[in-house]
C-alpha cells in the first residue's frame, strides 16, 4: 500500500500551526433534550441536525427507523422513504442537504442512498444533469451515501457493475450540473470492499480497506483505517496490539480519527506529523472517535473506570492545532444533565465559530434520547 500520498494534509497542517487557537478553559454545555429513541448523526455549522427516530415493533408492523432534520430553530421535518418502511440520515452540510440510506420495499437489502434537498427526498442513483448521466446510467448501484461535504461531494458505498466490483464512491456534480461518480479506491487492488466513512472540504476521503483475510471464507477481511486524495492512498494502519481499524472522520486540515480494534476499541487521531495516537479513556478499557472538527476537536464514547460508555469531547490543551498534547474529558460532567440524563455517545461537532456544538445520544429517565450540547 502506498504510503505519503496526502500531500494537501501537510500543507494544511502547516497552515494550521500558524492559525493557533487559544488552549482556553473547558467548555461548559446546557444540553437540549431532543426526544425519546432520538439518534441524531450530524450537525452543520448553522446547528441543523440530521439523524433518524426507532418507532417499536407493533402487532401490525415491524419496528422501523426513519431520517428527520432538525433545524437550527428547533422544527423537526421528516423525510419519508423510497416506499419501504426505514430511512437513515447520515451527514448534513451547511447547505442544509442530507445523506443517508431508504428502504424502497420490506425485502432484504432492497435500500439506495438518498440525497435531502430542496424538501426534496431524491434517489442518488437517478439523479442526473443536463448531459442525462446518472450514476445508474453509469453502471452504479450507490446503496448508501455516508458523507456530504460544503461542495455537495458525496461518499458512501454501493455496486459497480462495468470493472472490479468496487464499492467505495465519490459522487459529485460540476459546475453545470452533470453528474460524475468515481470509485475511491482506498488501499489495494480490487478494492472491493472499502468502505467511506468521512470526507472533508477539499474532497479527502477517510474510510478503511481490507488488510488480510482472516478466516478460511475469502470474503472475511480485518479493516485497515486509509486516507484517499483523488486517487493517491495513505496507510494509517493501527495502533500495536489492535488487528483492525476504520477512519470515521477527517477534517480540512487533514486530521482523521476513528478506532483501532483488538482485545479493546481505541480511539485514535491521525495526522501526518504526528502519525497514529490512541485518545486515551476514561478510565475503563475501550473508546471510539466519531468527527473530528476544524478546531481538532474529538468526539465519541468511551468507557469510565466502572465500565459504562459515556460520550466524550477531546481538545488539544496546547493550542497549536496540531495532535501532540490533549485531554479526554467526560462531556456528562461538562454540562448541566442532573441526574435524569446519561450522556452515552456524542456523534457530531460543527466549526460554529465562537460556541461549537455537540450532538449525540443517551438516557433520559433512564430511556433512549437524543441530547444536543450548547456552550454556555
Partial sequence: MKRDLFPNVIVALLVAMATVYPAAAQTRYTITNLGAETYPSDINDRGDATGSVSYPATRRSQAYSRAFIRGADGTTTGLGTFGGPTSVGRAINNNGQVVGWAEKSSLVDDYDAFLWEQGQLKELNTIAGPNGVSAASLGWRLKAAYAINHN?????????????????????????????????????????????????????????????????????????????DNGANTDIGWLPGSSSSNAFSI??????????????????????????????????????????????????????????????????????????????????????????????????????????????????????????????
Wanted: glycine content about 14%; aromatic content about 8%; hydrophobic content about 35%.
Fill in 152 to 228: 455537495g461531494q458525496i461518499v458512501g458505498h454501493g455496486n459497480y457493475t462495468r470493472t472490479d466490483g468496487c464499492t467505495a464512491f465519490l459522487w459529485e456534480r460540476d459546475v453545470n450540473g452533470n453528474v460524475s461518480v468515481r470509485p475511491v479506491g482506498l488501499g489495494v487492488p480490487p478494492y472491493g470492499d472499502s468502505e467511506t466513512r468521512g470526507l472533508n472540504n477539499l474532497g479527502q476521503v477517510s474510510g478503511a480497506a481490507p488488510a488480510a483475510a482472516v478466516t478460511a471464507m475469502p470474503t472475511s477481511y480485518t479493516f485497515r483505517a486509509s486516507l484517499w
Fill in 251 to 376: 477534517n480540512d486540515m487533514g486530521q482523521a480519527v476513528g478506532f483501532c480494534g483488538g482485545n479493546s476499541t481505541r480511539a485514535f487521531l491521525w495526522d501526518s506529523i504526528s502519525g497514529i495516537r490512541p485518545l486515551g479513556t476514561l478510565g475503563g478499557t475501550s473508546s471510539n472517535a466519531f468527527k473530528i472538527n476544524n478546531r481538532g476537536q474529538v468526539v465519541g464514547w468511551a468507557y469510565n473506570a466502572a465500565g459504562s460508555d459515556r460520550a466524550f469531547v477531546w481538545q488539544d490543551t496546547n493550542g497549536n492545532g496540531i495532535s501532540d498534547a490533549g485531554e479526554m474529558n467526560d462531556l456528562n460532567s461538562l454540562s448541566n444533565v442532573g441526574r435524569d440524563w446519561v450522556l452515552k455517545s456524542a456523534r457530531s461537532i460543527n466549526n460554529k465559530a465562537t460556541a461549537q456544538q455537540i450532538i449525540g445520544n443517551g438516557t433520559f429517565k433512564g430511556k433512549n434520547h437524543g441530547f444536543l450540547l450548547i456552550p454556555q
